[in-house]
């Protein structure tokens, strides 16, 4: 016997009050950060996306014991496992490391700390420029059209903000879901156990006994 389709629904409206609550909360995140100075949002952007990769993962092993383990393994090692894991798409990892070398190549060099977008987008040709611009735009289609062009060069951190958005919706999405698959599973494994013991109960009486 299955899960219930009531239950099924009821377990279902759950993640999906979760993943906007979620998402909401990402988006209030990310928002503050559009208000710092470009340094600050390259480095509070990548921690959290790293938050969101180490939940994941917690989520995909339904253990919370794993989280000390997965905390301190590098970004790298995250998505080469979440990659591994068919959790990651091409167009995700990518933006992640990318946001990941800038964030090191600022955190690790003191003479970026007044870093900005606008600054370092002048010292490029229109060459570099372009494959600057093409690594911060996140979208499962194809390269950014002219509208997102025009947006990078006006206003670069609104830009890769905007690519923000959609991803971290889109990890904490598949952590949601990952959990309700579990739960689902064990509301029917529960229920299938019920059943065979109203019509079979000496099969259990027998393994008391045992």
Request: net charge positive.
């Amino acid at each position: 016997m299955a899960i219930k389709l009531s239950e099924l629904k009821e377990e279902i409206d759950k993640v999906l009050g979760k993943i906007r609550d979620n998402s909401f909360s990402s988006n209030k995140q990310i928002a503050q950060l559009a208000r710092g100075s470009d340094w600050a949002f390259v480095i509070k952007s990548q921690a959290l996306i790293e938050s969101s990769l180490t939940r994941l993962l917690v989520a995909k092993v339904n253990d919370i014991g794993f989280l000390k383990l997965f905390d301190k393994m590098s970004v790298s090692q995250k998505i080469s496992l979440l990659k591994d894991l068919n959790l990651l798409e091409s167009c995700e990892y990518k933006f992640i490391q990318n946001i990941s070398e800038l964030r090191n190549k600022l955190a690790h060099d003191p003479n970026e700390i007044d870093f900005t977008f606008k600054k370092y987008l002048k010292k490029l040709n229109e060459k570099d420029k372009l494959i600057f611009i093409n690594k911060y735009y996140f979208s499962h289609s194809n390269e950014p059209d002219k509208k997102f062009m025009e947006m990078f060069n006006k206003y670069p951190k609104v830009a890769i903000w905007i690519s923000l958005v959609p991803l971290l919706t889109l990890i904490n999405s598949k952590e949601e879901l990952i959990r309700l698959s579990f739960d689902i599973d064990e509301k029917s494994s529960n229920t299938n156990e019920k059943l065979l013991k109203d019509l079979h109960p000496d099969l259990f009486i027998n393994q008391l006994e045992k």
